[in-house]
């Protein structure tokens, strides 16, 4: 099945059901882990503002089979629940944080033991994000959006986001739940976005839209097990603070040049 028709299916199936897990995707497309990781950020990526020809921002509110809009589309949309005129410009460093293996861990335990697996993960990531005053701004399946500067503000900001990588590795090297070892996939950018409230009807969330979530989740892309990869802008914010290890420039989807990124090594 082409991408852009499980994409469509996949938005279609989340408006109907408010979530589904990767797994379950997994299995009905019968897609691979490579297929799936390029699902999980466009499905990030579905979640953008686009302006009418007045400028005016629009929040897509899409009924089940629509299609989300392209970023920066200049044409009115279809289904506009609301203006958003809270939405507030700032700078933020955004985290990615994913489970390694989780598919696999999910197709070979028992589907209550694997749920025990997830909530000690997120129990034990939660308590560490909140120590530097991160904020968990979505649970995504195995993965979680985390925004340092948001809703409060700090001048160390990027500091934090790169501490708390390094102490989640070493968090989660000590969690162990139904024998299985969990290990997790960083990626950390810095940038400006547009902070409001998203969602329809009664499911509404605050959610920071522009490029740096994406290039933040395509940066956790690249990184490896147990490994945290931050942006050359976090770098610049963070450099004489971390030990790192330059890993050259990369190529990221969506972005026409090649980005310096860099592996965190320890203080």
Not at 168 to 191: K, N, P, S
């Amino acid at each position: 099945m082409e991408f852009e028709a499980v994409l469509e299916q996949t938005i279609a199936l989340l408006q109907r059901q408010g979530r589904i897990s990767y797994g379950a995707l997994k299995r009905r497309f019968q897609l691979d882990d490579a297929y799936l990781e390029d699902l999980k950020v466009e499905l990030i990526e579905a979640q953008q503002l686009a302006r009418d020809e007045n400028g005016r921002i629009l929040v897509w509110a899409g009924e089940t089979g629509s299609q989300p809009p392209a970023r920066d589309a200049q044409v009115a949309l279809p289904h506009v629940e609301r203006r958003t005129p809270d939405a507030e410009r700032r700078q933020l460093t955004v985290m990615f944080c994913d489970l390694v293996d989780s598919t696999l861990l999910a197709s070979q335990l028992d589907p209550e033991d694997w749920r025990e697996v997830v909530r000690a993960y997120q129990e034990t990531a939660a308590a560490v994000i909140q120590r530097f005053d991160g904020h968990i701004a979505q649970y995504l399946g195995d993965g979680l959006l985390v925004y340092f500067g948001y809703p409060q503000a700090h001048e160390d900001d990027a500091r934090r986001a790169v501490r708390t990588g390094l102490d989640l590795l070493e968090a989660m090297g000590l969690t162990q739940h139904y024998g299985v070892q969990l290990a997790v996939r960083i990626g950390i950018h810095t940038g400006v976005v547009v902070v409001g409230e998203m969602g329809g009807g009664s499911r509404q969330e605050q959610l920071a839209l522009g490029d740096t979530p994406n290039v933040a989740a395509r940066i956790q892309g690249l990184a490896t097990p147990d490994t945290v990869v931050i942006s050359p802008t976090t770098f610049q914010l963070v450099r004489g603070f971390f030990l790192y290890q330059d890993l050259g420039t990369r190529a990221l989807k969506g972005l026409s040049t090649p980005v310096q990124v860099y592996h965190i090594l320890g203080d």
